[in-house]
Antibody, heavy 121, light 108 residues
Framework: EVRLVESGGGVVQPGGSLTLSCAASGFKFDHYAMHWFRQVPGRSLEWVSLITGDGGTTYNEDSLKGRFTISRDNSEKSLFLQMNTLRTEDTAFYFC??????????????WGQGTLVTVSS | IVLTQSPGTLSLSPGERATLSCRAS???????LAWYGHKPGQGPRLLIY???TRATGIPDRISGSGSGTDFTLTISRVEPEDLAVYYCHQYGSSPPVTFGQGTRLEIQ
């Protein structure tokens, strides 16, 4: 059974930093790209960042302007999101998710349950 | 590519048919069009990929159809457990993933 469990959310002051973690199990972790998404309550899902299976290539949402960094430890089957210079508008639920791409389809096939990040003074 | 979903909210009684629309601002390769259901307190769940293929464990009363710019998610007979927000999703290039704004399904 595929499981993705996020942790590390909490309350942080504007300008602060936080690192989210995602523990993966039930699949060959290093075979798949992984994503971070976020969702402000009441709004749609927003893509944040992507990392390839070997960790060699990353992509970030342009508006984040380098404040967020995705990484992974394949030996520990863990995904991370380092968030710096946090702003109140970064307040959201953050989800890690598993990518699936074949020769014919690409989609996100599994999601974690999310962790809440609140940026507030 | 912008995905626009309608209606914003759908309120139905158990046993009724739900028809959810997703319209793209440009032609979408159906192989990269998926639907998700998102229940409160949970992560989203993959329902349909490739526009019309049900994901593992999804009942056959849930189906997807469409091509080009118009896609549809249909729940033939809604049940109380279908209470959720439903999102269409396109796997593209930049950004790699975009979502519609969602349709909230309420069960009366």
């Amino acid at each position: 059974e595929v499981r993705l469990v996020e942790s590390g959310g909490g309350v942080v002051q504007p300008g602060g930093s936080l690192t989210l973690s995602c523990a993966a199990s039930g699949f060959k972790f290093d075979h798949y790209a992984m994503h971070w998404f976020r969702q402000v309550p009441g709004r749609s899902l927003e893509w944040v960042s992507l990392i390839t299976g070997d960790g060699g290539t990353t992509y970030n949402e342009d508006s984040l302007k380098g404040r967020f960094t995705i990484s992974r430890d394949n030996s520990e089957k863990s995904l991370f999101l380092q968030m710096n210079t946090l702003r109140t508008e970064d307040t959201a639920f953050y989800f890690c998710a598993k990518d699936y791409c074949s020769t014919t389809n690409c989609y996100i096939d599994y999601w974690g349950q999310g962790t809440l990040v609140t940026v507030s003074s | 590519i912008v995905l626009t979903q309608s209606p914003g909210t759908l309120s139905l009684s158990p046993g009724e048919r739900a028809t959810l629309s997703c319209r793209a601002s440009q032609t979408v390769n159906g192989n990269y069009l998926a639907w998700y259901g998102h229940k409160p307190g949970q992560g989203p769940r993959l329902l349909i990929y490739g526009a019309s293929t049900r994901a593992t464990g999804i009942p056959d009363r849930i189906s997807g159809s469409g091509s080009g710019t118009d896609f549809t998610l249909t729940i033939s007979r809604v049940e109380p457990e279908d209470l959720a927000v439903y999102y269409c999703h396109q796997y593209g290039s930049s950004p790699p993933v975009t979502f519609g704004q969602g349709t909230r399904l309420e069960i009366q």
